[in-house]
Each structure stands twice: as C-alpha cells, then as structure tokens.
C-alpha cells in the first residue's frame, strides 16, 4: 500500500477584493520574499513587475494554512513563473536565491536607505546612485541639493524610519481633534490608513476630516495647519488645495486615481509622554521630550465621506484591486470621491463603505479584512 499524506490543495477568488485577508498570514516567508521582489520592481521603476509580484503575496497572504508544497497552488490566482519559481525554491530549499543576493545587492541597498528619506523619490535616489551617493554619510558629504521636504526628511530620519505605534498614533489622534475641533466645531476626525485596518504599527498616522453639514469643510485645511503650527505641533508640512469637480459627462479621466482633496502632508513634533517608547528616541543624552511622526491629513465633504473613506483606508493592493474590478467587471470608475456607473451613464451615491460594496456586486469586506 501506497501511502499518500492528505495535502489541502488552495483556492481563492482572484481579486484581493473578493477575499478577506486579515493580519494573521500563513504564509509570511513566502509572502517576504514575493515582496521583497515587489519593493526591488517598484524601486528600479518597472512598476508593473512590481504589481505582479504584489498580487502574488497577496494570493498567498489570503490562504487559511501554510503552504508545504507546490501542488497545492492550484487553485491560487495570479502566481505566474517567476513568482512560482521563487515559492518553488523557498519551499525546497527554505530561501529564494534571487531574493538573498537581492537582499545583499548594494543598489538595492542604496534604494532602500535613499528613498527611506522623506521627499525622496525612485528618480531621484536612483541619480545619486549613479552619482556614487550610495549612504547617508556620502549623502551629507556630498552636498546636493535638497528641497524642503528631502532636508526635513533627512534631519528627521531616524525618528521617520522608526514605526509608530498605536499609543502614539492614538496621542496624534488627540492632537488632530483638538485642532479640528477649535477650528471648526463639529468636525469629526477619523483615522484611517493601517491603523484602521488594525495594524499594530505603520509608517505614519492618516487622518480623514469631515463635517456633518456639507461645504462647512471648505477651507478647513489651511486653518487646521495654521492652529497646528502655532502650538509648535509641525515639523513640516506641505498642503494641497481641493481640486475635485464632478462633471456631468462623468468623469473626464476614468483611469486617474489622483486624488484631489485639501490634503495635508506633515511632520509632526510628538511629546513623548514618560513610559511611552521616550528611550528609544534617546541616544547619548538620554530620552528626548519629543519625536517626529509622519501625519497625512485629508478633508473630504460629508458627500464623498464614504468614497475616502474607502479610499484611504486601503491596503494600497486592495484599493488598486477595488478600482480593477469596478473597471474590468462591472464598467464603473470608482475613485476616493465618487464611483461612477458608465452602462447608466450616472454616478452612484453612497453614506457607507457597505453601500459602495453593494453597487460594486460584491460581499462587504471590513477594513480588519483589507489587509491584502
Ligand atoms: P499609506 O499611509 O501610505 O499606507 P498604510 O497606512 O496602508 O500603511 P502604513 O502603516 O505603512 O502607513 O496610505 C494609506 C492609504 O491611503 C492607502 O491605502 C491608499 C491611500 N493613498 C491614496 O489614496 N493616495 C496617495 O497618494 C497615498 C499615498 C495613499
Ligand atoms: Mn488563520
Ligand atoms: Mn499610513
Ligand atoms: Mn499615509
């Protein structure tokens, strides 16, 4: 008698948007080294590749056990041979030799720690590479020249590549109520991004700012930063004016993601309460009284609340996924704003992320499931 061990063979509807994928991944070092592939994409400017490989993770991020074996992928959407052979070799061999030399590539090293600075993009690392800038010390000997944001961004940089945990978050959450709500009395604050998802940690804290009565709102950013600043709360902060007009016809470029809230890029200067992670801002002089943290603020009318709400609170895979499926399979433009309906020729309202699932035809994902 042949004895066969029973394996699950997986599958999963292939839109990250279909599935429910929560913090708890089965999968992490497959999805680490699918990932990693994807960051090394996305740094050399082959964007593509880079969501490929994204949406690869995310397939493996989704499945209820870890994988032992390769048989048991067939059911699991979006693996094409690349991402195959990198799960063959770390399943066989427990790493992908791609993904270590990658790993130890000094390029790839040179982008990570370039673009690590706030304000510096994949272009701009990738010319002072080719430059010989390749560290922060040969960044700071060699003198280019840095726009606000990049010297910010660079003053700032360990405090910025520290993650922000939730009580910090939760502190900066108290700031941004408290000016919103001097500035303009019923404001209403949520927070949204990973946090909202439930992550324990994430780069940076992002706000949506709303008022119940629709056009209170116009203008509040300008105020909002105005009173920020003059608490000494900003490091830095750069403010984009709202841009969004609906039009008649529908929207004039339904491939544009551009968001055009008032939306607020920052730094902020976070007191550090005692016992709150005050030692690991220290270095030789003991524990500073603040840190920096990074806050993206977005003010949206009540109209379009439920839009940026789903918008922003992403994963950023599962928002471009959202965005595919309403394209591809039900010929709409869903956008941070409104979502449009091309068959109908008409936009379709919605108050609640669950009534923009609905129009979407498909099964409300909560945002501790949006993890894709
Ligand atoms: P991020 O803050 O970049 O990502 P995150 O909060 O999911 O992860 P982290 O914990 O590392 O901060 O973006 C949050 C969401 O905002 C993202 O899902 C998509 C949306 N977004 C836009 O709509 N436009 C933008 O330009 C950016 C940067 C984000
Ligand atoms: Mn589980
Ligand atoms: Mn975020
Ligand atoms: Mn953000």
Same mark, same amino acid.
């Given at each position: 008698?042949?004895?066969?061990?029973?394996?699950?063979?997986?599958?999963?509807?292939?839109?990250? +948007?279909?599935?429910?994928?929560?913090?708890? !991944?089965? !999968?992490?070092?497959?999805?680490?080294?699918?990932?990693?592939?994807? #960051?090394?994409?996305?740094?050399? *400017? /082959?964007?593509?590749? $880079?969501?490929?490989?994204?949406?690869?993770?995310?397939?493996?991020?989704?499945?209820?056990?870890?994988? @032992?074996?390769?048989?048991?992928?067939?059911?699991?959407?979006?693996? *094409?041979?690349?991402?195959?052979?990198?799960?063959?070799?770390?399943?066989?061999?427990?790493?992908?030799?791609?993904?270590?030399?990658?790993?130890?590539? /000094?390029?790839?090293?040179?982008?990570?720690?370039?673009? $690590?600075?706030?304000?510096?993009?994949?272009?701009?690392?990738?010319?002072?590479?080719?430059?010989?800038?390749? @560290?922060?010390?040969?960044?700071?000997?060699?003198?280019?020249?840095?726009?606000?944001?990049?010297?910010?961004?660079?003053?700032?940089?360990?405090?910025?590549?520290?993650?922000? *945990?939730? %009580?910090?978050? %939760?502190?900066?959450?108290?700031?941004?109520?408290?000016?919103?709500?001097?500035?303009?009395?019923?404001?209403?604050?949520?927070?949204?991004?990973?946090?909202?998802?439930?992550?324990?940690?994430?780069?940076?804290?992002?706000?949506?700012?709303?008022?119940?009565?629709?056009?209170?709102? %116009?203008?509040?950013?300008?105020?909002?930063?105005?009173?920020?600043?003059?608490?000494?709360?900003?490091?830095?902060?750069?403010? !984009?004016?709202?841009?969004?007009?609906?039009?008649?016809?529908?929207?004039?470029?339904?491939?544009?993601?551009?968001?055009?809230? #008032?939306?607020?890029?920052?730094?902020?200067?976070?007191? #550090?309460?005692? $016992?709150?992670? *005050?030692?690991?801002?220290?270095?030789?002089?003991?524990?500073?009284?603040?840190? %920096?943290?990074?806050?993206?603020?977005?003010?949206?009318?009540?109209?379009?609340?439920?839009?940026?709400?789903?918008?922003?609170?992403?994963?950023?895979?599962?928002?471009?996924?959202?965005?595919?499926?309403? $394209?591809? #399979?039900?010929?709409? +433009?869903?956008?941070?704003?409104?979502?449009?309906?091309?068959?109908?020729?008409?936009?379709?309202?919605?108050?609640? /992320?669950?009534?923009?699932?609905?129009?979407?035809?498909?099964?409300?994902?909560?945002?501790?499931?949006?993890?894709?």
């Amino acid at each position: 008698l042949q004895q066969t061990e029973e394996v699950e063979v997986f599958s999963t509807p292939s839109y990250a +948007c279909q599935r429910r994928t929560t913090l708890d !991944n089965h !999968n992490a070092v497959l999805t680490d080294a699918l990932s990693l592939l994807a #960051e090394n994409a996305e740094l050399s *400017g /082959e964007d593509g590749r $880079g969501v490929a490989f994204r949406r690869a993770a995310a397939a493996l991020k989704a499945l209820p056990l870890p994988v @032992t074996r390769l048989t048991q992928l067939g059911g699991v959407p979006c693996l *094409g041979g690349h991402s195959l052979r990198v799960i063959k070799d770390v399943l066989e061999s427990g790493a992908s030799p791609e993904v270590e030399a990658l790993r130890r590539s /000094e390029r790839f090293k040179a982008l990570k720690v370039l673009t $690590g600075i706030f304000g510096v993009g994949v272009k701009t690392a990738g010319r002072w590479i080719g430059e010989g800038i390749l @560290t922060l010390r040969q960044l700071r000997d060699s003198g280019p020249t840095l726009n606000r944001a990049q010297r910010a961004g660079l003053r700032h940089y360990d405090d910025l590549n520290r993650p922000v *945990g939730r %009580a910090e978050a %939760a502190a900066v959450a108290a700031v941004v109520e408290a000016a919103a709500g001097s500035v303009l009395p019923g404001a209403r604050v949520t927070l949204i991004g990973g946090f909202r998802r439930g992550k324990q940690t994430g780069h940076d804290v992002d706000f949506l700012i709303t008022h119940p009565e629709e056009g209170r709102e %116009a203008g509040l950013m300008p105020k909002l930063v105005s009173w920020l600043d003059s608490q000494g709360f900003l490091l830095y902060q750069k403010t !984009n004016s709202n841009s969004y007009l609906e039009a008649a016809e529908g929207p004039a470029r339904p491939a544009s993601n551009m968001d055009r809230f #008032e939306r607020c890029f920052s730094v902020f200067k976070l007191p #550090e309460e005692a $016992g709150r992670g *005050g030692a690991g801002a220290g270095g030789e002089g003991g524990p500073r009284p603040w840190r %920096a943290v990074r806050v993206d603020l977005v003010v949206s009318p009540v109209s379009q609340f439920a839009f940026a709400l789903l918008g922003w609170t992403g994963s950023k895979l599962f928002e471009r996924e959202l965005r595919r499926w309403a $394209g591809h #399979e039900m010929n709409m +433009c869903l956008s941070s704003h409104a979502l449009y309906d091309h068959r109908q020729s008409r936009y379709l309202r919605a108050s609640s /992320e669950e009534e923009i699932f609905a129009h979407l035809g498909l099964e409300y994902i909560p945002p501790s499931e949006r993890n894709a």
